[in-house]
T-cell receptor, first 112, second 117 residues
Framework: GEDVEQSLFLSVREGDSSVINCTYT??????LYWYKQEPGAGLQLLTY?????DMKQDQRLTVLLNKKDKHLSLRIADTQTGDSAIYFC????????????FGAGTTVTVRA | DVKVTQSSRYLVKRTGEKVFLECVQD?????MFWYRQDPGLGLRLIYF???????EKGDIPEGYSVSREKKERFSLILESASTNQTSMYLC????????????????FGNGTRLTVT
């Protein structure tokens, strides 16, 4: 599959902003995604961005896309304890929108 | 609500055993996937199926096979389990015609944690 890279761990204080970064390699990806995995559960789609957009905001979540550098980030404002989870960056394969390539996942720990 | 059910939450098997991991979805989805999840490696696609009796290899199919005899069920088979197949296995499904960005994205089961001793 295509390479999607992200840092493995992030520790953030409750109330602060979290920023999770991701780089990808497939320039033909139509959409890029952020999935969230809570302990003991499968993955759930958190948000996404279309490849011709630079930014998308959805309540506390802001997604930034730098297509030239193939860099994607997810910012969570006012981070809460319920945001503690593993966050996966993913891109769709250029030839198959259903087949996703995932990063290794960033474990976000929110401390009081 | 779409439900993807993996029959076992935890499984412990011995090296050399034949292992079946079962996944059932209740929304008539055509496409089903098996991923394995390992720390530091994320999710890697093992096999996927886009219709009954159809299958395609993913990125890491070695040591695995799959079966899709009915639309709702997608089975992952380890013909002879080995310790390096100890992992979390995730099943997912999506309907043809959906896109990830609709409110019908890829739906995941809760996973089967397999330990091979």
């Amino acid at each position: 599959g295509e390479d999607v890279e992200q840092s493995l761990f992030l520790s953030v204080r409750e109330g602060d902003s979290s920023v999770i970064n991701c780089t990808y390699t497939d320039s033909s990806s139509t959409y890029l995604y952020w999935y969230k995995q809570e302990p003991g559960a499968g993955l759930q789609l958190l948000t996404y961005i279309f490849s011709n957009m630079d930014m998308k905001q959805d309540q506390r979540l802001t997604v930034l896309l730098n297509k030239k550098d193939k860099h994607l980030s997810l910012r969570i404002a006012d981070t809460q304890t319920g945001d503690s989870a593993i966050y996966f960056c993913a891109e769709s394969s250029g030839s198959n929108d259903y087949k996703l390539s995932f990063g290794a996942g960033t474990t976000v720990t929110v401390r009081a | 609500d779409v439900k993807v059910t993996q029959s076992s939450r935890y499984l412990v098997k011995r090296t050399g055993e034949k292992v079946f991991l079962e996944c059932v979805q209740d929304m008539d989805h055509e496409n089903m996937f098996w991923y394995r999840q390992d720390p530091g490696l994320g999710l890697r696609l093992i096999y996927f199926s886009y219709d009954v009796k159809m299958k395609e290899k993913g990125d890491i199919p070695e040591g695995y096979s799959v079966s899709r005899e009915k639309k709702e069920r997608f089975s992952l088979i380890l013909e002879s389990a080995s310790t390096n197949q100890t992992s979390m296995y995730l099943c997912a499904s999506i309907a043809t015609g959906s896109t990830q960005v609709t409110n019908s994205p890829l739906h995941f089961g809760n996973g089967t944690r397999l330990t091979v001793t």
